[in-house]
C-alpha cells in the first residue's frame, strides 16, 4: 500500500520541550516537504528537500529543523524556540522537483497542541 | 500583497448548480497551478492541475488558466453536499514548493 504516512496524529507538547515529528513515503519521491497550517489559514512552508542530505528553509523555518538522512524519510523537529508551535503539521512528496508538472501529495498530518 | 488570494467564503450554492472558485496570484513567472480539497480536520488531496492557458476538464471539474491577467479557476458542475469543502489554491514559484491560498470555503446546500 503507497503512500505518505505522518506519526503521530496527534500531539502534545509541554512548554520549553522538543518534539519530532514523523514522515515517511514509500513513493520513492525525491522531494519531501513540510508545511504548517494554522486554522482557516492556507499552508506555510516550513522546510524542504530536494534530495537526501539537502534540505532548504522555507518561509516560517525559526523554531524548526529537520534531517534528510534517507530518502523515505523527513522528519520535522520542533524546538522550544518556536515560540507558537500549535498547528496543524503537514507532510507532502512529489517525484521530480523542478518539473512544471511536479505534482506533491500529501500525508494525514499531525495537530500539534502547546499545554 | 498576497502571493496567492483567494476570497474565503463561505461559497453557498444549491445542489447541482455550478460553484466557481476563483484564485489570483502574483508572480508571473509562475508555472504550475493547482486545485487541492481539503475538508475539516482532514490534509488537501489534488482535484485538478493546470500548466497552460485555457480550460481543462475531469468529469465534474473543469480548470481555467489565465496567465495574462494571473488567474486560475476552478468549476464545479452538478455540485454534490459531498464537495462541501474548502478549496485551497497553490501555486509554484521559482523554487518548486507550493504557494497556498488561503482557500474557499464551499458549501453545498441539499
Known amino acids: 500500500d503507497g503512500g505518505i504516512t505522518q506519526s503521530p496524529k496527534y500531539l502534545f507538547r509541554k512548554e520549553g520541550q522538543n518534539v519530532t515529528l514523523s514522515c515517511e513515503q514509500n513513493l520513492n519521491h525525491d522531494a519531501m516537504y513540510w508545511y504548517r497550517q494554522d486554522p482557516g489559514q492556507g499552508l506555510r512552508l516550513i522546510y524542504y528537500?530536494?534530495?537526501?542530505?539537502?534540505?532548504q528553509k522555507g518561509d516560517i523555518a525559526e523554531g524548526y529543523s529537520v534531517s534528510r538522512e534517507k530518502k523515505e524519510s523527513f522528519p520535522l523537529t520542533v524546538t522550544s524556540a518556536q515560540k507558537n508551535p500549535t498547528a496543524f503539521y503537514l507532510c507532502?512528496?512529489?517525484?521530480?522537483?523542478?518539473?512544471?508538472?511536479?505534482?506533491?501529495?500529501f500525508g494525514p498530518g499531525t495537530r500539534l497542541t502547546v499545554l | 500583497q498576497k502571493e496567492v488570494e483567494q476570497n474565503s467564503g463561505p461559497l453557498s450554492v444549491p445542489e447541482g448548480a455550478i460553484a466557481s472558485l476563483n484564485c489570483t496570484y502574483s508572480?508571473?513567472?509562475?508555472?504550475?497551478f493547482f486545485w487541492y480539497r481539503q475538508y475539516s480536520g482532514k490534509s488537501p488531496e489534488l482535484i485538478m492541475s493546470?500548466?497552460?492557458?485555457g480550460d481543462k476538464e475531469d468529469g465534474r471539474f473543469t480548470a481555467q488558466l489565465n496567465k495574462a491577467s494571473q488567474y486560475v479557476s476552478l468549476l464545479i458542475r452538478d455540485s454534490q453536499p459531498s464537495d462541501s469543502a474548502t478549496y485551497l489554491c497553490a501555486v509554484t514559484t521559482g523554487r518548486r514548493a507550493l504557494t497556498f491560498g488561503s482557500g474557499t470555503r464551499l458549501q453545498v446546500q441539499p
Open positions: 493546470i500548466y497552460s492557458n
Open positions: 507532502a512528496s512529489s517525484s521530480r522537483q523542478g518539473a512544471v508538472t511536479d505534482t506533491q501529495y
Open positions: 528537500s530536494q534530495i537526501v542530505n539537502d534540505f
Open positions: 508572480d508571473r513567472g509562475s508555472q504550475s
